[in-house]
């Protein structure tokens, strides 16, 4: 399975992103898609995943969607209200339900400025 993940940028705070991650490869076998991040200095952190349910990180509750296509094996994370320390690179993981980080993708960068 790969993952491609896309739609980082540079915005303002207060501003909207939409990331989207395509799976390809053997993607039946996908039960769980999701992102996490990692900013400078920081290490990798849980953001939003996709499974028999949503789950959110408590830093984005309220803020963040994640929504999945599963016909066209993609999942989005739509971040409105961003704010300066959600600047990290979003990395999409995707995986089975007994290992839901199976799969990582490169990642995308999202920079948010005060």
């Known amino acids: 399975v790969q993952l491609q993940a896309s739609g980082g940028g540079m915005v303002q705070a207060g501003d909207s992103l939409r990331l989207s991650c395509a799976a390809s490869?053997?993607?039946?076998?996908?039960?769980?898609m999701g992102w996490f991040r990692q900013a400078p200095g920081k290490e990798r952190e849980f953001v939003a995943r996709?499974?028999?349910?949503?789950y959110y990180a408590d830093s984005v509750k309220g803020r963040f969607t994640i929504s999945r296509d599963n016909a066209k094996n993609t999942v989005f994370l739509q971040t409105n209200s961003l704010k300066p320390e959600d600047t990290a690179v979003y990395y999409c993981?995707?995986?089975?339900?007994?290992?839901?980080?199976?799969?990582w993708g490169r990642g995308t960068q999202v920079t948010v400025s005060s």
């Open positions: 996709s499974a028999d349910r949503t």
């Open positions: 490869g053997r993607t039946s076998s996908l039960y769980s």
């Open positions: 993981a995707a995986g089975s339900i007994i290992r839901t980080t199976d799969y």
